[in-house]
């Protein structure tokens, strides 16, 4: 068996497979199908400041290789999560991070702050793909000065492993990357959902009911594993790549291309148990290609 340990800032994965925001729920929803403690870490839901109800309905729709969704980071708020969720999820034995998101700096900044009282949650991954209300809506993660503006606001506040996780929407994501580095985030995780969008042509209108929606699953993966590279390149602190793995060899290819970590999240919808079954395959491939440790093939390309 090859040591999978890997570290991120001073957060100790067990091995590199993380589950990824909005498509694991809490974690405990997957309980009777996957041994928690055995995952590396678990981000759950997208949490805000106050409460969300999400956009209407339909907001999910399957696409070739893929899927839509515009659920609308619906949540009950992050002083619901503390006082009813945390409880059930404090002493899972793996690293339970939180997903953050928020409408402006300050409110990043203050559900960010709630958050590192509690002993139970090692890190928090704050999702910069958020529309900012005084800037017409336009994504904080699509411009070094949005995303910067929310990592220089919540590294104020939070004192513990931040990762940041990136928008795949820009033209130059490496830069973005380097923002959130100078700024004092620890780690970046990459990608969120690629803008698209599908039409019912029958009925001649979109599918969603807000038009316009974010897709996940295989059919991202090679602009994923572009971007995961280019990222590795460009920054110092480690990379956390996703998008579009379900299989041993899809994460491999992550690793390679420079992450040191990684998330599953869509395929976690066709296979519950995808994420031991990426972890077993991971080993295996490791034992079979004479690799004692998961490092000798983090960022390996010649
Ligand atoms: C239904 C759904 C909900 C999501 N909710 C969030 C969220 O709350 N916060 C976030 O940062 N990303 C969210 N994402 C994005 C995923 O975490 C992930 O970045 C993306 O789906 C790409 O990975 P995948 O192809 O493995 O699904 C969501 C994705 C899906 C499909």
Same mark, same amino acid.
């Given at each position: ?10 957060? !100790?994965?067990?091995? /590199?497979?993380?589950?990824? $925001? &909005? ?42 290789? &893929?899927?839509?969704?515009?659920? &609308?980071? +619906? ?8 006082? !009813? #969720? ?9 690293? *339970? #991070? ?12 203050? %559900? ?18 958020? =529309? ?23 590294? +104020?506040?939070? !004192?513990?492993? *931040? ?27 990459? @990608?969120? %959902? ?6 019912? @042509?029958? !009925?001649?209108? /979109?599918?969603? $009911? ?16 572009? *971007? ?9 602190? =480690? ?16 690793? *390679?291309?420079?992450? %040191?970590? @990684? +998330? #599953?999240? %869509? ?5 519950? +148990? ?15 290609? &004479?690799?004692? $440790? ?9």
């Amino acid at each position: 068996m090859a040591d999978l340990n890997v570290k991120i800032n001073n957060l !100790h994965l067990k091995n /590199p497979v993380m589950t990824a $925001s &909005g498509t694991f729920g809490y974690g405990l929803e997957f309980a009777d199908f996957v041994p928690l403690n055995e995952i590396g870490g678990i981000i759950v839901k997208g949490t805000t400041l106050k409460a969300r109800e999400g956009n209407d309905y339909p907001r999910m729709v399957e696409t070739p290789q &893929g899927m839509l969704n515009c659920v &609308g980071l +619906q949540n009950k708020g992050v002083d619901y999560f503390i006082e !009813h #969720i945390y409880p059930e999820i404090k002493d899972i034995d793996t690293n *339970m #991070i939180v997903n953050v998101s928020g409408n402006s700096p300050e409110s990043y900044a203050e %559900t960010a702050e709630k958050l590192d009282a509690l002993d139970g949650i090692p890190a928090i991954e704050v999702n910069i793909s958020c =529309p900012n209300v005084k800037e017409g809506g336009m994504s904080f993660g699509v411009t070094c000065s949005g995303a910067s503006s929310i990592v220089k606001a919540v590294r +104020q506040h939070y !004192h513990k492993t *931040m990762i940041v996780k990136l928008s795949p929407n820009v033209t130059d994501i490496a830069s973005i990357a380097r923002a959130c580095e100078d700024e004092g985030a620890d780690s970046v995780s990459l @990608i969120n %959902t690629l803008m698209g969008m599908a039409i019912d @042509i029958e !009925h001649r209108r /979109p599918k969603l $009911s807000i038009r316009t929606g974010g897709l996940s699953g295989p059919a991202v993966k090679p602009v994923a594993v572009r *971007m995961v590279n280019d990222v590795a390149k460009a920054v110092k602190i =480690p990379v956390i790549g996703l998008g579009g793995i379900s299989t041993a060899e899809d994460a491999i290819e992550f690793l *390679m291309a420079g992450a %040191t970590a @990684i +998330q #599953i999240g %869509t395929a976690n919808f066709l296979d519950p +148990q995808v994420t031991i079954k990426v972890r077993d395959g991971i080993n295996e491939w490791l034992d079979s290609h &004479g690799c004692k $440790s998961i490092y000798e093939i983090i960022n390996c390309l010649s």
